[in-house]
């Protein structure tokens, strides 16, 4: 109110409004701009951090500034960082850059592949370690140290038995013991 005391008419109150918050409006596109470009996706899920990048376009779009779509998908594959690498140079190489409304869902479902990768990766390395703990856990009487296979230990004479590791049965294949049926 301090700014329009003593104006008559709506016009000259909105020239003082207009010269007393044009200043701060301008300061708040820079401040949002540089939100955008310097902005890193960090640990946060990708809906959660493009929530976040939306939001502070929306707040442009508000304040009657809108950056052009180009601008945001660029800055938005920027700040996936390095470990969307190849998928941001994938989305920036296409002939015709997707739009922020197409590149949102694109990145997520790579999120989720990425994810389910990691996971099956993990569940691998989890039954090897699990398979090295119980062959660990069983006494295996060598027959000789210069076996190539982790399951069968031979002599180097054509008339050797072969002795399956797990349980240690002469002539026993992997794929037919039951010991090592139980740990599939």
Request: proline share 2%; charged share 20%.
């Amino acid at each position: 109110m301090s700014e329009i005391l003593g104006f008559r008419h709506s016009h000259e109150a909105w020239l003082a409004l207009e010269a007393s918050f044009s200043h701060q409006s301008k300061t708040r596109e820079l401040q949002l701009k540089d939100e955008l470009q310097l902005m890193q996706r960090g640990s946060q899920s990708i809906a959660e951090f493009s929530r976040t990048f939306k939001g502070l376009c929306n707040q442009l779009v508000d304040i009657g500034c809108p950056i052009d779509d180009m601008d945001d998908v660029h800055w938005y594959l920027l700040a996936l960082g390095s470990y969307y690498k190849i998928f941001s140079t994938t989305m920036m190489s296409q002939l015709s850059l997707p739009s922020f409304a197409e590149i949102v869902p694109k990145a997520w479902s790579h999120e989720i592949f990425e994810r389910s990768f990691s996971q099956s990766f993990s569940n691998s390395a989890y039954f090897v370690q699990q398979t090295s703990k119980v062959a660990g856990n069983k006494k295996v009487k060598h027959r000789s140290s210069t076996s190539s296979t982790p399951f069968a230990n031979s002599k180097s004479s054509s008339t050797s038995s072969v002795h399956y590791r797990l349980c240690n049965k002469e002539g026993h294949l992997a794929k037919r013991c039951r010991s090592f049926l139980k740990l599939k």
